[in-house]
């Protein structure tokens, strides 16, 4: 071996030190900065956690770029609760004297979901969509197959007057709420005027079959037309109600048993 190929051996073996050494120092670095990161998450979880597990968003239906972020906005409902993290308080805000249509339907998946108006001015309307599944029809809704609650303030809920195929029977989905075997559905109701229906098919805001339930909180509601607060009754209701007005043919509960596997109390 030549003392050239020696040295360039040596300067090869310079620059691989070099390189090792530089490798160290960078991996040092992003250690310290994830160690950072890491202490300042520890010494604030519950804050992290409680940020992350709050989601805010306001939902216009001409926004025409909505940024579909947390505290940004949407162009639906379905968009912002789904956009939210599963098992989240998601609070959504809608524009004022705009219809909202649920042209969707909503899995809750353990989400409690607050729905109000983003500001002063007339009521949101949420809209309840009618479709047809080829053999039957029915409304969208909210699932609470995965558990989660559903609180609305001050917006008013209308209900289909025509079904999407009038050929076609309808199906159980005929709640604003759906109903789910074996769960009982957390719903509540401030300040909302519930319109619309169809005669001879039982809508409402929930829906209570045997193995489910539904526990409802109503006050300063009003409901217009032939609609329920609760359909069915052969599974368990809890109603507490106040300052609740039924018009023609509206019903706050469609059957059940006052003491037997119905709670109901107030007015």
């Known amino acids: 071996m030549s003392i050239n190929d020696i040295n360039n051996a040596a300067a090869a073996m310079n620059q691989l030190k070099a390189r090792y050494e530089g490798f160290l120092d ?21 804050g992290v956690v409680g940020s992350e597990m709050t989601f805010t968003a306001t939902v216009d239906p001409d926004a025409e770029n909505p940024n579909r972020i947390d505290g940004g906005t949407f162009n639906t409902i379905h968009d912002a609760i789904t956009s939210s993290p599963a098992g989240s308080f998601c609070r959504v805000k809608l524009v004022p004297g705009k219809t909202h249509p ?16 983003s500001g002063p001015g007339d009521r949101p309307i949420i809209e ?3 479709y047809s ?17 559903l609180f609305i303030y001050n917006c008013n809920i209308s209900f289909p007057t025509a079904p999407e195929d009038p050929d076609l029977p309808w199906s159980v989905a005929r709640s604003l709420v759906a109903y789910q075997p074996s769960r009982m559905a957390d719903v509540s109701f401030y300040r909302c005027d519930v319109s619309g229906g169809i005669d001879g098919v039982k809508m409402g805001l929930a829906i209570s079959y045997i193995g489910a339930g539904v526990t409802m909180g109503l006050a300063h509601v009003e409901f217009n037309g032939p609609l329920y607060g609760i359909i069915g009754g052969d599974g368990a209701q809890i109603i507490s ?10 019903q706050i509960l469609e059957g059940g048993t006052i003491g037997t596997d119905t709670i109901q109390h107030g007015s």
């Open 26 to 46: 960078d991996a040092d670095a992003q250690i310290a900065q994830r160690q950072g990161a890491y202490d300042g998450l520890a010494t604030n979880l519950k």
């Open 102 to 117: 649920l042209a969707s339907g909503i899995s809750m998946d353990g989400r409690d979901i607050y729905i109000e108006p």
């Open 128 to 130: 309840t969509v009618s």
């Open 133 to 149: 599944s080829g053999t039957h029809n029915g409304i969208r809704s909210f699932t609470p197959r995965y558990g989660g609650s």
């Open 241 to 250: 109600q106040s300052s609740v007005t039924t018009l023609n043919g509206a």
